[in-house]
Nanobody, 123 residues
Framework: QVQLVESGGGLVQAGGSLRLSCAAS????????MGWFRQAPGKERELVAA????????YYADSVKGRFTISRDNVKSTVYLQMNSLKPEDTAVYYC????????????????WGQGTQVTVSS
């Protein structure tokens, strides 16, 4: 079992920045992947970024490339999502998720989820 707890959401103006954190506990290892998904009202949950705990690679959705950065602190078992140049269309509930193996883009690829944190970007 893996437990995930997100933090760092909030309200920010367009062009601003936020950093989300996801603290993991339980059965974590370098063979796992951490992903950040988001879900806007009326839309499907989508993968925005993912990282291997081993550090061997990352993934970014086209919509966030150049603006968001995913990173990890293996000592703290925490993954971060630094979000810069935020846009109103980034408004969503952001979830971190964990899976064993390769990066997957579907929600069904991830068995472990955090509770979500709201990010609201005002225009």
């Amino acid at each position: 079992q893996v437990q995930l707890v997100e933090s760092g959401g909030g309200l920010v103006q367009a062009g601003g920045s936020l950093r989300l954190s996801c603290a993991a506990s339980g059965r974590t290892s370098s063979s796992y992947v951490m992903g950040w998904f988001r879900q806007a009202p009326g839309k499907e949950r989508e993968l925005v970024a993912a990282i291997y705990w081993s550090g061997r690679g990352t993934y970014y959705a086209d919509s966030v490339k150049g603006r968001f950065t995913i990173s990890r602190d293996n000592v703290k078992s925490t993954v971060y999502l630094q979000m810069n140049s935020l846009k109103p269309e980034d408004t969503a509930v952001y979830y971190c998720a964990n899976r064993y193996g390769a990066i997957g883009r579907s929600t069904t690829d991830y068995p472990y989820w955090g509770q979500g944190t709201q990010v609201t970007v005002s225009s």
